[in-house]
């Protein structure tokens, strides 16, 4: 069969770049190679992501780009899948007459037999089907070695799909569906699988994670996470996203009994005012969430806290904004996202009043911004001098003119004296360091591997540091896998 070549552009969050590895996989079968080169693809499918305005225009910008292809090259397949297909359906293909297939959230187990349709007929496909089953597919690790990207050290892993949670600004009920997990054998045999392709670290999805298996009767996250833990091979454990209002002492103390969880959490607050929390349906308010992050603190003192934010919520006024500045002052987290607020369809807040005029949500952001990067500095700062657990990821962004990406290819001799390496601490703080290239010989066994390195310099969003040739003592599965 003739090899074809699959361009995919991803445009949003972990649980599409994970269902973008999903799509390359299952389109294996139909003999779809992924290429980076955009004019080399026989099928480009653009992987979309609705939960902010931005987002959505990216997508329409770059369908824009793909009209001038598909004149020079009429047999091209051009698709368009996740969030934005979900909501818009059969519209988009009104506003891009070139665009062949437009597939939902759900549909992506069924994409192979789609994209063959379209192949034998030329008929254009909208498929937005949704159902309250997860459909399994072919797991991601199945057919790595022959996958799109090669090895990784790091994936994500989906537990569940979608959310009941409904707060008011946001679309993924909508778009995703209802909440539903995906058995703890399915995870583990995916996890499994992974770790057999190089993998070491998982981060688990879920919209919600803290109600992980409560509707299906499955077991809890911490016992998720319990089971995970135990997989040989894989060294660290991340999750994401947690709610506040469902983190449970259960998954606080889960911080201190699996050694192989980092010691980071990612608990998106939104906002310090009780009464945007209240508009917003979030269902805790500030001193809640303060008591739990007290709790995360006392159970584990080193924990890394990070955040979501939207500024600009309709009704938003300068003094719920100013709780806001003054929570994160209070909390003091490593790291944050902050959105501006934008009208999604479906959402409630789309039809509440005292919208915020754009200018203002936009000096807000860059408030919000310029406070946390003065505290993400000072945090960084103060692990200067301190000795770091790195899980390498491979060559730095810093070496990709002189070499191939991260994990893709073995050190040669025509590489310079030292090469830059990147990788993460448990608390997720990206540290780049120098290597010898003559002290690795093969960069596929570093790769992968817990190395020690003593923090040197800090900037606001990364640090830079010395590796110590002492490796710490192995941590649990690792004696069979380290370099
Ligand atoms: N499930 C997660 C939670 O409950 O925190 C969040 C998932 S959402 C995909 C990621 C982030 O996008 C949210 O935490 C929120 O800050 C932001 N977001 C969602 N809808 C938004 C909107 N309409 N405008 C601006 N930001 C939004
Ligand atoms: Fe959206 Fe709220 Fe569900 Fe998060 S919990 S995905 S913000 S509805």
Redesign the pocket.
Known sequence: MKTKYLYINTIG?QMNVYDSDKIANSLLSLNYKATENLKKADLIIVNTCA??EKAEQKVFSFLGRLAGLKRKKPGLIIGVGGCVAQQEGKKILERVPYLDVVFGTHAIPRLPEIVERVELKKSRIVDIGMTDQIVEIESVADSLENGPKGRKVSDFVTIMQG?DNF?T??V?PYVRGRETSRSPEKIVNEIEGLVNSGVREVTLLG??VNSYGKKEGLCSFSELLALVNEIDGILRIRFT?S?PKDLSDDLIYAFKENEKLCRHIHL?V?SGSDRVLKRMNRKYTRALYLEKIDKLRNICPDISITS???TGFPGETKADFKETLDLIKTVEYEGLFA????D?PN?KATLFAQKIPDQEKKERLKKLLDLQEVISRKKNQALVGSTQEILVEGFSKKMSSVLPRAGETKINESLPNNIQWTGRTSANKIVNFNLESSSVSCGETFTGSIVNVEIEKAFSHSLWGKYLKLEPAPLKGEESYAA
């Open positions: 969050c939960i902010r959310c707060c600004y946001c993924v919209q919600n996203t709610h998106p939104q979501d934010f939207i959105f501006k607020y934008s999604r959402a």
